[in-house]
């Protein structure tokens, strides 16, 4: 059988591609490497999602994902898919400044917000009781906290009875590009495709390069950690600006607690998976900058995974060969806006969208700085 579309990945990117391209009316082969989908940087993310992204195309984006997000919470008996706990996003000096100069694009975009002095945070979340005294906040309530293993789940379940066929444990080592067909080779079994995306996160450029080929993606590492707090903390998301640490809340009790960013180019498969020692040991001192919810916080585990930066900090979303099209640089908010960006790839590669903007060859595929995406500006 051809498939009219073969996809390379099974994180949150390749899913949503694939509901999207079946729902298009096409038949769709998904290949992942695992066991499962979304086991990657998708099952290792914070799980945040969030209006406070400044760039207008991801504000899009993450409203077209949160529709996808909640379509799929409607029909998942998995109630983790989105929740929605609200972000606060703490500043001090020079940072709460600039934190105000940003509501005004809120106001704009209808997004509901407050902002709030210290005494105010105190009041409404108690255990944020180290705040300095100069501390501002902005208030996001509508902020989810998703799951995006449960949500590739949902995405894809509906979409096998109606065209998608799923291949997991079949990692892809072969693609050919030939006349009026892209062959792909994972596990020793070959199938074929009109035409195929490769939406394989911080793979994608090695996968590419199987097709002669090659891209500006370069992997950096994040990290994350569980801490065991001891005690109910009461806390929604916190963005802390300063000190660029997040919680997350995990269960009444326990808290996740990240980033430790590296901004320099790692392989994907051959970097240190657990948090770096360092890391570790500054994490829930940094949480004491905030709460005195760190002098007892304990270590359960700590994670690294990559994300995949882009010269502009923008993904790089199609035709990429004859045939061959890419869905990838998620500059460490893929997570929130992976819904809307995989359907877009799809729809792309089926010549029912165009995105121009984001053609994966309009860089050449040479070393670039690295920067974060995840910033306020
Ligand atoms: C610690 C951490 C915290 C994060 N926090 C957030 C957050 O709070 N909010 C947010 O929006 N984003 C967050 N992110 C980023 C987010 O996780 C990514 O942007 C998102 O998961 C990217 O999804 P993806 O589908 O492109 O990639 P992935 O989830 O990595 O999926 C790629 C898939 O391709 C498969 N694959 C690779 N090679 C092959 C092959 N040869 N053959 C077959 N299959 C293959 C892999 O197995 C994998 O399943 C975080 C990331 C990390 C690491």
Known sequence: MTYDLVIVGGGVW????????????????????????????????????????WHPEDQAFVRRSRELYAEARETSVDVSVARK?????????????????????????????????????????????????????LWTPNDWHLNPTAYAQEATA?????????????????????????????????????????????????????????????????????????????????WHLSTDVYLVPDGEKDVLAGDGTRLSEFDPDDYQTSGDDQFEEEIAERLLMVSSLGERAGLRSSWAGLVGATPDRRPLVGRLGDRLYVACGDQGIGVMRGPAIGELAAKVALDLAEAPHLRPDRFPPEPFEIRPGFTLD
């Open 85 to 137: 706990v609200g972000m606060l996003t703490l500043a001090e000096g020079e940072h709460g400044t600039a934190l105000q100069h940003r509501t005004q694009d809120l106001r704009d975009r209808g997004i509901p917000f407050e902002l709030l002095d210290r005494r105010e945070i105190v009041r409404r979340f108690p255990r944020l009781d180290r705040l300095r005294e100069d501390t501002v906040a």
């Open 158 to 238: 509906a979409a096998r009875g109606a065209g998608l066929t799923v291949r997991s444990q079949s990692h892809v080592d072969g693609i050919r590009l030939e006349d009026g067909k892209v062959s792909v080779q994972a596990g020793g079994a070959m199938y074929e495709g009109h035409r195929a995306l490769i939406a394989a996160g911080t793979w994608t450029r090695k996968l590419v390069r199987l097709a002669g080929l090659d891209l500006a993606l370069m992997p950096y590492r994040v990290q994350l950690s569980s801490l065991e707090l001891g005690e109910p903390h009461q806390l929604p998301i916190v």
């Open 14 to 53: 390749g899913s949503a591609a694939a509901q999207a391209a079946v729902r298009a009316g096409s038949s769709v082969l998904l290949l992942e490497a695992n066991i499962g989908l979304a086991q990657e940087s998708s099952a290792k993310s914070g799980g945040i999602l969030t209006d406070l992204l």
